[in-house]
């Protein structure tokens, strides 16, 4: 498929569209694109090879946006402040057990979506047929998990740097505590979580570099022989190649591991003193 484009709407929420009609424009640009029932404006973010696999048919590039376009938007923009509040306060008239999270104009005006956080399923039938009289329009409620609701409403994370779910992140992958236990970091709920109150996306960033170097490293667990005796390995830092070992009597000592050494026929190898923790014989290991 040729000429396909990766559009961006607010909030970071992206669609892909096909440019079957030639329209001029370049990244960065605005475009209004075919929706559902009317029409959408988005931000040009990038092309896409005819490789890519697409679950859904994309709907096409019609222009590009003109200045008369870029008011619209920002006239929506502003409905959409007033449509927050008059959703929340619908929300307390039907006492719903629901988190309003923000709330977006098709650019036409043809429909509006509210998204909502709920610990559970919830009833809005009601708050839609209010809706629906007011703004005379297609309404559509939307609910997200608290993911979602922290790339749509922003912030920074706890590195200083802008969300990577905000600016570029499209798909969660599932985190798990195991990656925390893997780099060796605390598992402190303050310390490795995000905004959304779950586990940082960057755990996983990091994770294949750990796996790699951990198998440079005696496993947690094993045994391990320093100058003071034999000890079972508490941590691994592969950043400082250094061990934390404790000994029979809870005596805890760092240990630096052995760095690597180049052999008489010119072969690199890191040696270092293992006991199976298995039993059987002492070894030297590489």
Not at 215 to 224: A, C, D, M, N, V
Request: proline letters at 2%; hydrophobic letters at 35%; glycine letters at 6%.
């Amino acid at each position: 498929m040729n000429n396909l484009w990766e559009i961006e709407f607010k909030a970071g929420r992206r669609v892909f569209h096909i440019n079957v009609n030639k329209v001029e424009f370049e990244v960065g640009d605005y475009v209004i694109v075919a929706a559902e029932r009317g029409e959408d404006m988005g931000k040009v973010i990038r092309e896409y090879l005819p490789s890519v696999n697409l679950k859904y048919a994309p709907t096409a590039v019609l222009r590009k946006a003109t200045d008369d376009d870029m008011g619209r938007l920002n006239f929506n923009r502003e409905k959409e402040e007033e449509s927050f509040g008059e959703c929340q306060n619908l929300i307390k008239k039907h006492d719903l057990d629901m988190k309003l999270v923000d709330v977006e104009y098709q650019f036409d005006c043809n429909k509006l979506t509210f998204y909502f956080t709920a610990d559970q399923r919830v009833d809005f039938r009601e708050l839609v047929k209010d809706l629906a009289a007011i703004y005379k329009t297609r309404i559509e409620l939307r609910q997200i998990g608290v993911r979602d609701e922290a790339r749509r409403i922003g912030g920074f994370g706890i590195c200083g740097l802008k969300q990577c779910c905000s600016c570029w992140l499209r798909e969660f992958e599932p985190i798990t505590t195991q990656l925390a236990r893997e780099q060796n970091l605390a598992l402190n709920p303050q310390k490795i979580s995000g905004n959304c109150g779950r586990l940082l996306c960057c755990l996983l960033y990091e994770q294949n570099h750990y796996q790699q170097a951990l198998t440079e490293f005696p496993q947690l667990g094993s045994i391990y022989r320093t100058e003071k005796g034999t000890a079972t390995v508490e941590k691994v830092n592969v950043f400082t190649r250094e061990l934390i070992v404790k000994h029979t009597d809870n005596y805890e000592e760092k240990v630096k591991v052995e760095e690597d050494v180049t052999d008489k026929y010119g072969y690199r190898t890191t040696y270092r003193r293992v006991v199976n923790i298995n039993g059987g014989d002492e070894s030297e290991s590489a």
